[in-house]
């Protein structure tokens, strides 16, 4: 059966994580994978987390199914969390398997109810964007959406999206990164949003917008602005949550998919979620959900998540300042490198080629991806001297 299977190519960012754990130099930097450490290097248990985990536990409740569209609760509080009140009375919420799974439902909804729609993706995008969209039978129309200046690869280009819009055709999908893009670490400001947001009205577009890592750029209501701006105005749009970075909760799987529809769409909506859902692994999983549901439920548990989440974010914006300081000025000086001083989230895309980040791993042990993104969350405040020595060492020699 399997003679003539074809090996697929590996994955270039699980090559790199493998080669970071096989290097045994003592001071080897894994900047690879998108995960949260603290001080101690350790990707830690949010504190409402474990003390949600605990009540939880103390409750007992039953394991039976939930239903296909995961726990109403949780949907509910992350519809709250997310939207506000943007978009009450048009949101349809299903629970899904995290992020990955919210991206899938809502492309397997697009090809169920317009089966040639293009979807509009700004490259370079999240490594797993394309696949999941093509594996729901969708067409992806790439566009570079960096700015093409002095800034070049650090900066976002508004223009670069409006321009995309402009050329779709009513019905057309416009992938959007919610806040801290993935891998470049730009994010769209205030004036952005609004011009996206009218761009996408004026032209029959619906915004799909992932959100992955609020809360990690410039603060939790700040992050989701955009989203909820754009959801007060549009008649229709498509919201993937994920939960495992903000609620640092990557192994439970929880993520939610949000439909914004108009009136009288949202039976067809839900049904074709669940559907979907039924078809692959019938229901999300739920400890997960459960957690997410306590904390938000809960103003102590609330306000403490909150809080942890703030202090993750301000680390992250001082790791990176820290490194930028640290640069030689002969770089930290130039455009290219000066534009990562706007940039949030865990990630940064560094100025740097291929070569120039394979030359980082096989002469300084420092690892982030072939395209140059590197993961400013997985350094402590002593490594980022490193990694900046490291960069002096391959641009300047
Ligand atoms: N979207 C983006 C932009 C991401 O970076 C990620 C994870 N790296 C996801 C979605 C999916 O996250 P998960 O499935 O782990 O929730």
């Known amino acids: 059966m399997f003679a003539s299977l074809p090996s697929p190519s590996p994955d270039p960012l699980w090559a790199q994580a493998l080669a970071y754990r096989a290097d045994p130099r003592p001071g080897r930097l894994d900047l690879v994978v998108g995960v949260y450490r603290d001080e101690a290097g350790a990707t830690p248990v949010m504190r409402a987390v474990a003390e949600a985990e605990r009540r939880l536990a103390h409750r007992a409740p039953s394991k039976e199914y939930v239903g296909l569209s995961g726990c109403p609760a949780f949907a509910e509080a992350v519809e709250r969390l997310v939207l506000a009140g943007a978009g009450e009375g048009r949101r349809t919420t299903v629970q899904t398997v995290a992020g990955t799974g919210a991206l899938h439902v809502l492309a397997g909804l697009v090809a169920r109810t317009r089966p040639g729609a293009r979807v509009l993706v700004g490259t370079p995008t999240y490594v797993n964007h394309v696949p999941v969209l093509r594996a729901a039978g969708l067409e992806v129309a790439a566009f570079p959406h960096l700015d093409a200046g002095p800034a070049g690869r650090g900066r976002a280009s508004v223009q670069a999206v409006l321009d995309a819009v402009a050329g779709a055709r009513p019905g057309d999908v416009l ?121 938000l439920g809960d103003p102590a548990l609330l306000a403490d998540w909150r809080t942890e989440l703030d202090a993750m974010r301000s680390r992250i914006d001082s790791l990176r300042a820290g490194f930028l300081d640290a640069l030689d000025p002969r770089l930290a000086g130039l455009p290219q490198w000066q534009a990562l001083r706007a940039h949030r989230g865990m990630f940064s895309t560094l100025p740097l080629g291929p070569e120039a980040m394979s030359h980082l791993s096989r002469e300084h042990a420092v690892y982030g991806t072939p395209g140059g993104r590197v993961n400013l969350a997985g350094l402590t405040a002593a490594q980022v001297g490193r990694l900046a020595e490291a960069v002096n060492g391959v641009v300047l020699g």
């Open 175 to 295: 992938l959007l990164h919610g806040c801290c893009h993935n891998p470049t670490g730009t994010d769209l400001d205030a004036e952005g949003w609004v011009a996206i947001t009218e761009a996408v009205l004026a032209a029959g577009v619906v915004p799909f917008v992932d959100l992955a890592y609020y809360g990690l750029g410039r603060g939790l209501d700040e992050d989701l602005a955009g989203t909820r701006h754009l959801a007060a105005r549009v008649p229709e749009a498509l919201i993937a949550v994920s939960g495992s970075k903000a609620f640092g909760l990557y192994n439970e799987r929880v993520g939610a998919a949000i439909v914004l529809s108009e009136p009288g769409h949202a039976g067809a909506v839900r049904g074709t979620l669940e559907a979907l859902a039924r078809a692959e692994y019938s229901q999300p999983p739920h400890h997960g959900a459960a957690i997410v549901t306590e904390v």
